[in-house]
């Protein structure tokens, strides 16, 4: 495990976090206006669109995702836990033991080099980071100790701060949530959270949603028809709430998959659970986050290069069309 950064590098952290935010403020948001934080009541279930910073036309949510391609700058880094922010300008991911954050000016450019997440280290290993739409709430599974927690059990946490060029401050544990090994949290912004957690049989995990009303975690709601013998990881949730992508080896997946499920109402249940065959390959392959107009699905996969690299998870992105 990796030592803990020195706190020399958080001025150098946060300056190249600002700087690369600085870029492009988000589309039709004045200063005073933006998007909904994780603990803000949520308005109403509709979809939420944000047109892209590039000012491209935006896809039809209708039409399927073409293939994944790779995303420039982040071949030699591990994708497995890559989320981004709203704009995609930043990612958020984990070296194994430490949160750590990539910058692009734009988002068909390349990702630059990896800074640790300011304000957040510890000795213990920081794993799956999620950021909230204004990039001021961060979650994260963690095997450090809170309140007695035992050594070595990941949890999920969470850290604010008031400014996305400011460090995060104080990291507190997630209230309400069951106790067990808790990983891979993706948070539907003031409205539910959804996460992984052991199945307590040594064979894999299940996908777990705990509402949020008023800023408060409530009791976790039934995801039945979404269960498998078969392990479930990294839930990916659309910010309408109608669709879900997750990682599995159900059947007939040779090895880990992405797979989808829809719902016409956020009232009701997923159905028409299936697996998201145009977006997979022979080899490993997991959702890992979603942009808020439903356009682009990032994916992590080790499927092997065209000029025959090394087998890795790198990261892939596949858009819809216009």
């Given at each position: 495990?990796?030592?803990?950064?020195?706190?020399?590098?958080?001025?150098?952290?946060?300056?190249?976090?600002?700087?690369?935010?600085?870029?492009?403020?988000?589309?039709?948001?004045?200063?005073?206006?933006?998007?909904?934080?994780?603990?803000?009541?949520?308005?109403?279930?509709?979809?939420?669109?944000?047109?892209?910073?590039?000012?491209?036309?935006?896809?039809?949510?209708?039409?399927?995702?073409?293939?994944?391609?790779?995303?420039?700058?982040?071949?030699?880094?591990?994708?497995?836990?890559?989320?981004?922010?709203?704009?995609?300008?930043?990612?958020?991911?984990?070296?194994?033991?430490?949160?750590?954050?990539?910058?692009?000016?734009?988002?068909?450019?390349?990702?630059?080099?990896?800074?640790?997440?300011?304000?957040?280290?510890?000795?213990?290993?920081?794993?799956?980071?999620w950021v909230s739409?204004?990039?001021?709430?961060?979650?994260?599974?963690?095997?450090?100790?809170?309140?007695?927690?035992?050594?070595?059990?990941?949890?999920?946490?969470?850290?604010?701060?008031?400014?996305?060029?400011?460090?995060?401050?104080?990291?507190?544990?997630?209230?309400?949530?069951?106790?067990?090994?808790?990983?891979?949290?993706?948070?539907?912004?003031?409205v539910e959270l959804?996460?992984?957690?052991?199945?307590?049989?040594?064979?894999?995990?299940?996908?777990?949603?705990?509402?949020?009303?008023?800023?408060?975690?409530?009791?976790?709601?039934?995801?039945?028809?979404?269960?498998?013998?078969?392990?479930?990881?990294?839930?990916?949730?659309?910010?309408?709430?109608?669709?879900?992508?997750?990682?599995?080896?159900?059947?007939?997946?040779?090895?880990?998959?992405?797979?989808?499920?829809?719902?016409?109402?956020?009232?009701?249940?997923?159905?028409?659970?299936?697996?998201?065959?145009?977006?997979?390959?022979?080899?490993?392959?997991?959702?890992?986050?979603?942009?808020p107009d439903n356009?682009?699905?990032?994916?992590?996969?080790?499927?092997?290069?065209?000029?025959?690299?090394?087998?890795?998870?790198?990261?892939?992105?596949?858009?819809?069309?216009?």
């Amino acid at each position: 495990m990796r030592t803990k950064p020195r706190p020399a590098s958080l001025a150098a952290a946060s300056a190249s976090l600002l700087a690369a935010l600085a870029v492009l403020a988000y589309p039709g948001c004045s200063s005073g206006s933006s998007p909904a934080s994780p603990d803000d009541d949520a308005a109403a279930d509709a979809p939420i669109l944000i047109q892209p910073p590039d000012g491209s036309v935006q896809c039809s949510p209708s039409k399927a995702f073409g293939t994944p391609t790779l995303v420039p700058g982040f071949e030699a880094r591990d994708a497995s836990s890559a989320r981004l922010t709203a704009n995609e300008l930043v990612l958020y991911f984990d070296d194994g033991a430490h949160l750590q954050f990539a910058t692009r000016t734009s988002r068909t450019s390349a990702f630059g080099a990896s800074n640790p997440v300011p304000g957040v280290s510890s000795p213990k290993a920081d794993l799956s980071p999620w950021v909230s739409a204004d990039d001021k709430t961060l979650l994260f599974a963690s095997t450090r100790d809170v309140d007695g927690g035992s050594p070595g059990t990941s949890r999920l946490y969470r850290a604010r701060r008031d400014s996305a060029s400011l460090a995060f401050g104080s990291v507190e544990e997630i209230p309400g949530l069951p106790t067990g090994e808790s990983f891979e949290p993706y948070l539907r912004d003031g409205v539910e959270l959804w996460f992984t957690q052991d199945k307590g049989t040594g064979f894999g995990r299940d996908l777990l949603r705990a509402p949020i009303t008023g800023g408060t975690f409530g009791a976790l709601t039934d995801t039945s028809e979404l269960s498998d013998p078969a392990p479930d990881r990294n839930p990916v949730i659309s910010a309408d709430g109608r669709t879900i992508y997750f990682q599995s080896t159900r059947t007939p997946s040779q090895k880990s998959d992405i797979w989808m499920a829809t719902r016409s109402d956020t009232s009701k249940k997923f159905a028409s659970l299936t697996n998201a065959a145009s977006l997979n390959s022979a080899s490993e392959d997991a959702p890992t986050w979603i942009s808020p107009d439903n356009c682009r699905l990032y994916l992590s996969s080790d499927r092997p290069l065209e000029d025959g690299g090394s087998p890795k998870l790198r990261l892939y992105v596949a858009e819809r069309a216009p």
